[in-house]
């Protein structure tokens, strides 16, 4: 997990959009010394990730969340993957947000899941972008991890990535990447997309530590992997999915990178259910 | 759009993650004094949303937005929705935090507007849910009217909800009716969870203002709106998509809450295209 | 009590325009390792309302708080509501904030608690209003509970109050209240502000869930009472005192909202009183 | 007026809490597009203050506040103290919160300006106390300052003020004294309470900068006046009210502090009227 | 120590800045479960300061860290003042931070140390100045206390200080003085720079509390010196070091300040070394 | 200059703790109304660094500066950098906290200036390093890169720092550099910190990106740097002083970095000088 101080904030506001001044049902409705235990479970086959979140929603709300399971493992459906404990009002002031962190995460930790097993004969690594949602970078990230999956670039700090706007600006990918190296931060890799065979020379000349081909056929990218021939990582992108991913791994590219990962995978079936209530 | 108050630490957060200290590729290969005009376009049909918050993100970055679409308007490929100006390197740190607002909230806008499309003949308002991304509460629900979607409420304190969990912890649709009536804030309705004829019945006589119906099959449905005549609004719920949705609108049912518009829509897809570049 | 998260950091706030940098007098004189034991008594009679912010408060500074008294509880002159242990430095360095939070809110309370018994025999209501000590909403209103009251609506978020200003922008009464039914959040109550028989009847025909008549002399109130019928609440406002309570009560309505409750209340007398200290 | 960094959290959590995700009412029934004018007028006699507070809510919301009085100056009932102008929306946003801080600011003025009035022909100070809103400090002894009265130290950092715990905890006047000169931040005087005329001599002695008498009756404050003799300022403390103010003021002390300035000033009436509107 | 709510954003702040997302190499290199023990060494002579902070900074890391030494004591070359036990990832997290936060304050309290040393025998006071490092006032003013310093003012509001611009803008040092007194807080010492045997007659005599005397050479110093006769308190200033602040102290001088103390101390050596490592 | 939001907090800080709640003497002294010019001084030869931070704390009092000078150019004794123009009271309440903030930061601008002109000959780079104030990592690592440095690492999340506890823990440096790579972040670099010749071999072989050696005898390093022979960029640090980095550098390792830069800086001699002023 990231450093807790890069997501608590995000927690706080998380339930604090959702109870505001007070969940006006059950302040209502339950008494406040009635206490419960509740399960929560996989509805579908997933990959589960966010525990740690659920657990810090609940415990804001007074209640404590026992695992089960662990992030980054596997549920069928049916399986616990956490229980909780705590006062009536506290568990249901914190299940939906729960929820709504858990299902998101394992959505994300799924879908990573399915498109490395999708590549996983040809060694190709997956990997995910910045098309993150806002907010939740370092999660997102995270739960790529727990699928499976490899972590590209955090932001625009911690990596080097030449696009055709640079090249552009520079006047030629030679010119970009010498420039990448001597004014960027030592640290950082110098990565180029190059949209051709030319522009791969190029780039490997003038020393680029990795390359992207972006929205290429895969017989381009297949030719393009066959003049880099392992001297430095290859990455393809654009608009990947589950049914292409596998034909592009067999170009030979050692890296693949998804958007989709993030930006449209669609949260998995987790509920809440309650096996015990007292002095309600 | 909801106060600013409320999304604009949400913008903060996310440029803070996405930048950090700087942009290492563009600081190393752009020119300060580098400036560029670049638009926003369409790449697939779709339903604008987000604008406002593309436009503070490349505020904050030292460029400007002009509109030349508003939330709630469709664009088509190729439409172009916003230009902006100013700085080469503002325009790049902006471009990814400002796009992945755009494309979930217009991701939902244009999911909300499918469902609201598929049950138009029926009178059926489509609703949102809880299910949101934490953190993204007031703005999503904000893309569901943009969408053509009808809010249900913003959280767990301005709306009663009751659900299985407090009927049973009351004893009875009745009580519970009543000591949400007479506990809960006067002013917001009571809309209770109902699983059969004889408690909505209960429920009405109880005095209810709304029922809703979760997972129950459309034959029962319709039994239960035939038994409420009209008197008070019926909301189905559960696992509804866009397949499932119009014959649950058939049943007569007013409200029909649909999580997936939130909590599973895919981004839609539009880019930035740069069309003035200069003094690089 | 609300949750916690929504008064926290006005206990921060308070304890840091009082402490600042330190305590001056404290840190000189008293050693840092001495300790003490006080009492916080009533010193006239009174309705308890804050020891959980009084208790916040001093475990801030590093002393626990044991309460002998609950908020909502009456307490009568010499009573003792909470004991302090601890520090002699942390005592007095969250004495004033503890006194300053408890005073104001107890004293709220015990005006509240005046205003119910004024009524007791009437049946009717007494409500806060939005005319509350900004950064204070909530404890505020969660004072008005503990002395017996009922909280109007939280802010301008959950509820709907259509005042002259509304009715004078859509043109009617009647097309004001059928705008907010159809335009408005689902699950929020449509109150109206009415001056005449003529707008409460138009009111209740066009489906309004309350009235407000606000400034009214008391016959006036009665007789659109009479009108109404017990078919929907109606409330009362302006300027009521202690004097005139009753009188307005007698009307019939079914609830006074008095502004004073929150705007101006004095604060009640509850002191700290040491009744050990050792190795100063 | 205090700093603005230290009164712009409030004004952002008043209009939080009030607002929250949106103005219900206005949003369903006044169009965006509309605009108005309004003014606020004093209903009673008062001294004004809060311009600045109420004008920084309603550029918050929108709207723009123009002053036709300044704080410090007197209104009488009818006179308009600032006339806003903006959408209508904004203005209705802001109503509340505006008011809320005028008329609470402006209530601590008027009694302020009551309680100097009436030891005018003394020349007593009239001080404040640290028994104010929590959250609220600066702007309440700001409100002290405009209603004639001088403020007494801002907070336990910024004035030593030995009371009879530290007494009791040192020993002795003459070493309390002595150890706040050696030990406390060297720009602070150093204020002593004294109970009786031996120790009033014993602080002279120790070089004490000024005394303080709680809860003494008149003629013993006398007393000490008189041994005093002017050597250092005398202020007197303790449950004092309008009524006995100028009976104190009358011993020859030269400061008079009153906790009730803040405590438990009631809020002063101010309006809002609108004199313009449309396109509604 | 100044109170915890002072300095512990620039704690969080702190580790924020070193380790954003992460600690990229150990979380590569050292296992999750390995655990470990490391002691923070003296490598030179040094007066010991910011236990407290690198306690809290190792805390937040997930270790934890018991104290050998305490603030203002001295250390020699091969000193323990702390061990560190926890997880090895949490230590080599917070190493660096809080070494940066004892290096810096350790600094201050050993220059300050040796300042008081110069000037022991004369019986002057060494006070600290307003250049600090930014965001760290209260810490560094209580460094420079551990090195047996005296804290001048904290900030503009806990002191005043009448220096040229001041007078120039009154017209005379009488005008300032007496202007001070009225309209100042009432619970500061007034205190005058003065140029000349004139000015500090003036300031004298208008009842200044305190005298500076600025950059002013030592013969003059002593004259202002004597015609003070130990009245009020001198203090001097200006550009004094390690190396004259002897013979400025030979003036007579009842107070030195010198700002080299907070705003030039060197880091002092300490250094952090593993005794113990397992499960790596 | 690194993006505004992250240093503008610290500015917001640093006004806060030397204002807090006012100027006692401005206010006291100086008439609301008074204005005045002035300017920002060299005392003597330094690099400039700081003058946005600077501008932003005029700013936030109310004043305005003008640049006369730009971060990254070298100033004379007498040279102006800035002037500032404004009522007098903003320019004395920002005088102090804008100069804290320039004289340390040009302060390291002008110390690195000098490690790199002591160099220059050689073509090695003069480096930072982690042992920055906490608070203020990035506006440091920018004032070193306007005296001439470049930046290392940003802290634990931008680079990969292979060290002596990550070897042990790992158990070969072979080990730990082939691990950082299959499982550090894609985009960054591997450096280890070596300590002899076999080490330096190792890690070569390993496919290290750069090689550190701390606290080696130039004869020592020099034999390392003939071993690596240009295949990957030496650096060298340790207690490295302006007396001795030009031995070091002469060794032909190809960067430098010196915590002093940082850690030890003084700060440089620059004032504020009033030109004018009026209406006092």
């Known amino acids: 997990m990231p450093p807790s101080a890069t997501w608590h904030p995000l927690v706080a506001a998380a339930l604090a959009e959702?109870?505001?001044?007070?969940?006006?049902?059950s302040c209502a409705l339950i008494e406040a010394a009635?206490?419960?235990?509740?399960?929560?479970?996989?509805?579908e086959a997933l990959r589960v990730c966010g525990l740690e979140l659920a657990a810090e929603v609940f415990l804001r709300c007074g209640a404590s969340l026992d695992r089960s399971s662990?992030?980054?493992?596997?549920?069928?459906?049916?399986?616990?993957?956490?229980?909780?404990?705590?006062?009536?009002?506290?568990?249901?002031?914190?299940?939906?947000?729960?929820?709504?962190?858990?299902?998101?995460?394992?959505?994300?930790?799924?879908?990573?899941?399915r498109f490395c097993a999708a590549v996983a004969e040809t060694g190709a690594l997956i990997l995910d972008t910045r098309k993150t949602t806002p907010g939740w970078r370092l999660i997102e990230k995270y739960?790529?991890?727990?699928?499976?999956?490899?972590?590209?670039?955090?932001?625009l700090y911690d990596g080097i990535l030449i696009k055709d706007n640079h090249i552009a600006a520079v006047g030629s990918v030679k010119a970009a990447v010498e420039r990448a190296r001597s004014r960027g931060p030592l640290a950082l890799a110098v990565q180029v997309e190059i949209e051709s065979l030319e522009q791969a020379r190029a780039a490997l000349e003038a020393g680029a530590d990795a390359l992207l081909v972006d929205?290429?056929?895969?017989?381009?990218?297949?030719?393009?992997?066959?003049?880099?021939?392992?001297?430095?990582?290859?990455?393809?992108?654009?608009?990947?999915?589950?049914?292409?991913?596998?034909?592009?791994?067999?170009t030979g590219v050692d890296r693949?990178?998804?958007?989709?990962?993030?930006?449209?995978?669609?949260?998995v079936d987790l509920a809440l259910e309650w096996t015990e209530r007292s002095g309600s």
Chains 1, 2, 3, 4, 5, 6 share one sequence.
């Open 256 to 267: 693949i990178s998804v958007g989709a990962l993030t930006h449209s995978a669609r949260a």
């Open 215 to 250: 929205n290429l056929p895969p017989p381009h990218i297949a030719e393009i992997v066959g003049l880099v021939a392992g001297r430095v990582p290859v990455e393809a992108s654009g608009g990947i999915t589950l049914e292409t991913v596998h034909e592009i791994a067999r």
């Open 34 to 43: 009635a206490t419960g235990v509740a399960r929560i479970e996989a509805r």
């Open 143 to 155: 739960a790529v991890r727990c699928g499976g999956g490899t972590n590209h670039r955090s932001g």
């Open 70 to 113: 662990t992030d980054g493992a596997d549920a069928e459906p049916g399986d616990v993957v956490a229980t909780i404990r705590g006062p009536a009002r506290a568990i249901l002031a914190g299940e939906r947000t729960a929820l709504n962190f858990l299902q998101r995460l394992s959505g994300i930790a799924t879908l990573t899941r």
């Open 18 to 25: 959702d109870i505001g001044p007070g969940d006006a049902t």
